[in-house]
């Protein structure tokens, strides 16, 4: 059963807990899920925010995010700004290319 308070399904709760205890990711995606499961323990906006040193507003917005988009929400949105100018299999062109290839007059 989810709610629009916090994680809603066991594993909705699960997912969380481990996005939380996740190590080598950006700092936002653990934060952003530390918000939904306190929220889920029906805390306050405000003090979730004082626990968590965030702004209320920002809780705000998660909360409501997670209630409409679950656990979706948690993973950045795209940024406004001027489109990419390299697409995806030219980027992925240029690793397999450094990967794979020495370049003239390389020592390794």
């Known amino acids: ?15 969380l807990e481990g996005l939380v205890r996740r190590r080598g990711t950006a700092q936002g995606l653990p934060r952003r899920a530390q918000i939904v499961l306190l929220a889920s323990e029906r805390m306050e906006n405000k003090e979730i925010a004082l ?17 409409e988009q679950r656990l979706d929400s948690l993973y950045d949105e795209p940024r406004p700004g001027a489109p990419r100018q390299i697409g995806d299999e030219e980027i992925a062109e240029t690793i397999r290319l450094t990967l794979e290839t020495t370049p003239r007059d390389a020592t390794h």
């Open 51 to 67: 626990r968590l040193g965030a702004m209320p507003n920002t809780v705000g917005t998660l909360r409501r995010r997670f209630a």
């Open 1 to 15: 059963m989810a709610t629009a308070q916090g994680a809603g399904s066991a594993a909705e709760r699960s997912e």
